[in-house]
């Protein structure tokens, strides 16, 4: 398609990539820049803009324009979250007159295609969208009105009660933001569902990706006896799975293998957790920026997630690597493969338990899961496939 000239809306720095939106944000950045489109990236983060990621992403754009969020503590952003009409998690990213100011600057140029990541980040931008008339298309990378419950599980008993007035203050706000949208799209047909009651168009899906080329050349190691887990710890679901990993899953597993060990990698590790877990067959990682050197040190891929929406980075990463991967259900979400056959697991503790202790002992089915869930991601997951269907949605708007 011709290159288009695009303003692109986020509540965070897509890099460095410490989580699945990032990443997704990144290449799809990567892709589009690389096919033509100008881009200006107009970005309200919580951290500022150091000079790495200055290098890093502007290449790709046409301008990057990054003002910082207010901090989560301060008490404009306490008393938004209680007194104000929208949710939590779009009070958080709203209520932020400068951002609102830069974005109503940017839209007095001519763009083709004005798009916004996330609902949560539209409270900024209503005002002058809706000043400018201007259509703009949301991508939502998960219904978020289901994971409110699952962050606020985590709270005091106290303020549990909020849970249901956040929840129902996201339902609201959900139907209003993808009412308000020119077109949605969503990363699985699953959420795509959910959301098309409240869309005046059709919900497009753009699935999530992966760089299957920079995962070629890894193997994972069938006899290394270590199992890893790779997530964003201030993303609640990450952190109930390793727990319950922690306390009842490699528990079963050491019963049986006792020198299995379990390598943990991910943005904002809890230190407190090698405390509350000192077992030395526990390697505590934290942020890895090149995760192939762990992937080829590493015999299977454990994904024990009980709750969060859309589809796993995490996992496609892993099968692109070649690792086997043990899952729930709700780990490969959003993903067309076949239990048995690209991964191995069930629903509860002992099935993962008894399908993790399967793959470390037979490596033939090992390397034949890895082998065969590598293929579905280099068939269906690689970001040049994603980025063609964003294009595909970009050419249904009037404006492209």
């Known amino acids: 398609m011709r290159a288009l000239h695009i303003l692109w809306i986020l509540p965070y720095l897509p890099w460095p990539t410490t989580s699945g939106g990032k990443l997704r944000q990144y290449h799809l950045l990567r892709c589009l820049a690389a096919r033509g489109h100008r881009i200006t990236l107009l970005v309200q983060s919580k951290v500022a803009l150091d000079s790495a990621t200055k290098q890093q992403l502007e290449p790709l754009l046409e301008r990057l324009v990054v003002l910082e969020r207010r901090p989560l503590r301060s008490v404009k952003t306490l008393l938004n979250g209680l007194l104000s009409p929208v949710p939590l998690l779009a009070s958080v990213n709203g209520h932020a007159p400068a951002f609102s100011h830069a974005l109503d600057q940017l839209l007095q140029q001519p763009w083709d295609i004005v798009q916004m990541e996330h609902s949560y980040m539209y409270e900024p931008c209503r005002r002058p969208l809706q000043r400018h008339g201007r259509d703009f298309l949301l991508s939502e990378h998960n219904v978020e009105s289901t994971l409110a419950e699952v ?21 609201r706000w959900e139907r209003q933001v993808v009412g308000a949208a020119r077109k949605v799209v969503a990363l699985t047909p699953d959420d795509a569902k959910v959301l098309a009651p409240f869309s005046r168009q059709p919900i497009a899906v753009v699935v999530n990706g992966t760089d299957t080329e920079a995962f070629s050349n890894v193997t994972a190691d069938p006899v290394a006896g270590r199992i890893l887990f790779v997530g964003n710890f201030e993303y609640a679901p990450n952190i109930d799975a390793v727990e319950w990993v922690l306390d009842v899953i490699m528990p079963a597993v050491w019963a049986a293998a006792p020198a299995t060990r379990l390598c943990l990698c991910g943005y904002a590790l809890p230190a407190h957790w090698a405390t509350r877990w000192p077992d030395p067959r526990i390697e505590w990682r934290g942020f890895v920026p090149e995760l192939q050197p762990v992937q080829a040190q590493s015999s299977l891929f454990l ?3 009980r709750d969060g929406g859309g589809s796993k980075l995490k996992v496609l990463e892993a099968m692109a690597a070649g690792l086997p991967v043990v899952a729930t259900p709700q780990a490969v979400s959003g993903l067309e493969v076949q239990r048995g056959v690209h991964y191995q697991g069930g629903t509860d503790a002992q099935a993962l338990v008894a399908a993790t202790l399967q793959l470390l ?19 269906q997951h690689d970001w040049r496939r994603s980025a063609d269907q964003l294009e595909a949605v970009y050419a249904e708007l009037p404006c492209a």
Do not use: I, K, M, N
């Open 151 to 171: 962050t606020y599980s985590r709270l005091p008993a106290l303020f549990r009660p909020l849970a249901r007035l956040d929840r129902l203050r996201y339902q």
């Open 303 to 305: 994904a024990a997630l």
């Open 361 to 379: 002992s037979d490596h033939a089915l090992a390397v034949r899961t890895g082998e065969a869930g590598r293929s579905y991601v280099r068939a």
